[in-house]
């Protein structure tokens, strides 16, 4: 049996950096439209000092900046710097003065202790090895009476559904056993209010949202970075008979417009 495939650091990072430039870019832009919504839920008040943990493209970030303006700062850290790049260029694009970027481990927080009004991290949780840690870490750098909000995908629904059930499906007959996150990229509410409870947070709020998205084509489909994560390790020569198999299993649920893909994402927010 193929050996299984463990989510490392390592691979994480040169995955988000090899497809940096298309992260959220080819097809839906779901990460943004949750990011938003994120942003809008926190409602950051004026003179708010925020940080986006692995901050990618910037989904949460630029909308923060957007709404904060010059009362208050947002710095993002991610691990990979092929995504800072991305997310520099459009900080610099809107002309956004009240952002600092940062390549950072998310586990090893190189900030003192009590230094953010407001922390969030955007579907990024289930990717740390040591997601304790990471937590940890988040409660350390938010002051006293501070904020975290994060968002995760809902267990009531598979993550990008139709396109993760037929990818686990297809990399289970390529590669065995595959365990990519390390801790599954699914919670219910009440999974995640309790891990926010054991890392110290309290009067801790949750609520769901459901949205429909549309890949237009097979090419954005094989472009989803989940994908290409999950294909680490393997040679092009396991690509292109898995590419087929995989886009033939999708194509009949493709409707005259599109591939209709569901996400369910819960939205949970507690306090320091």
């Given at each position: 049996m193929?050996?299984?495939?463990v989510?490392?650091?390592q691979?994480?990072?040169?995955?988000f950096?090899d497809?940096?430039?298309a992260?959220?870019r080819?097809?839906?832009?779901?990460?943004?439209?949750?990011?938003s919504?994120l942003?809008?839920?926190l409602?950051?008040?004026?003179?708010?000092k925020?940080?986006?943990?692995?901050?990618?493209?910037?989904?949460?970030?630029l909308?923060?900046?957007?709404l904060l303006?010059?009362?208050?700062?947002?710095?993002g850290?991610d691990?990979?710097a092929g995504?800072?790049?991305?997310a520099?260029?459009?900080?610099h694009?809107?002309?956004?003065?009240?952002i600092?970027l940062?390549?950072?481990?998310?586990e090893h927080?190189?900030?003192?202790?009590e230094?953010?009004?407001?922390?969030?991290c955007?579907?990024?949780?289930?990717?740390?090895?040591?997601?304790?840690?990471?937590?940890?870490?988040?409660?350390?750098?938010?002051?006293?009476?501070?904020?975290?909000?994060?968002?995760?995908f809902d267990?009531?629904?598979?993550?990008?559904?139709?396109?993760?059930?037929?990818?686990l499906?297809?990399l289970?007959?390529?590669?065995?056993?595959?365990?990519i996150?390390p801790?599954?990229?699914?919670?219910?509410?009440?999974?995640i209010?309790?891990?926010?409870?054991q890392?110290?947070?309290h009067?801790?709020?949750?609520?769901g949202?459901?949205?429909d998205?549309?890949?237009t084509?097979?090419?954005?489909?094989?472009?989803?970075?989940?994908?290409?994560?999950m294909?680490?390790?393997?040679?092009?020569?396991?690509?292109?008979?898995?590419?087929?198999?995989?886009?033939?299993?999708?194509?009949?649920?493709?409707?005259?417009?599109?591939?209709?893909?569901?996400v369910?994402?819960?939205?949970?927010?507690g306090?320091?």
């Amino acid at each position: 049996m193929p050996e299984m495939i463990v989510a490392t650091k390592q691979n994480i990072e040169k995955v988000f950096d090899d497809n940096a430039k298309a992260y959220d870019r080819v097809g839906p832009a779901i990460y943004q439209h949750f990011g938003s919504r994120l942003v809008d839920w926190l409602s950051p008040e004026p003179g708010t000092k925020m940080l986006d943990i692995a901050t990618g493209k910037g989904a949460v970030l630029l909308p923060a900046a957007r709404l904060l303006k010059s009362n208050g700062h947002v710095t993002g850290i991610d691990l990979s710097a092929g995504l800072l790049q991305e997310a520099d260029h459009s900080v610099h694009q809107e002309g956004l003065t009240n952002i600092t970027l940062r390549k950072m481990d998310a586990e090893h927080l190189e900030f003192p202790d009590e230094t953010f009004d407001c922390v969030t991290c955007a579907f990024s949780l289930f990717f740390f090895p040591h997601m304790e840690d990471a937590l940890n870490e988040m409660y350390r750098v938010c002051k006293l009476g501070g904020r975290v909000a994060v968002t995760v995908f809902d267990q009531a629904l598979p993550p990008f559904d139709p396109i993760f059930p037929v990818m686990l499906q297809q990399l289970g007959t390529y590669q065995g056993e595959v365990r990519i996150p390390p801790h599954g990229m699914s919670f219910t509410p009440e999974e995640i209010e309790t891990l926010l409870r054991q890392h110290g947070f309290h009067s801790i709020m949750t609520h769901g949202e459901k949205e429909d998205f549309i890949y237009t084509n097979e090419k954005d489909v094989w472009a989803f970075l989940p994908l290409r994560l999950m294909l680490f390790g393997t040679d092009e020569t396991t690509h292109a008979p898995f590419k087929h198999e995989f886009l033939t299993k999708l194509r009949p649920l493709f409707g005259p417009d599109g591939l209709h893909v569901s996400v369910a994402a819960i939205y949970a927010m507690g306090q320091r």
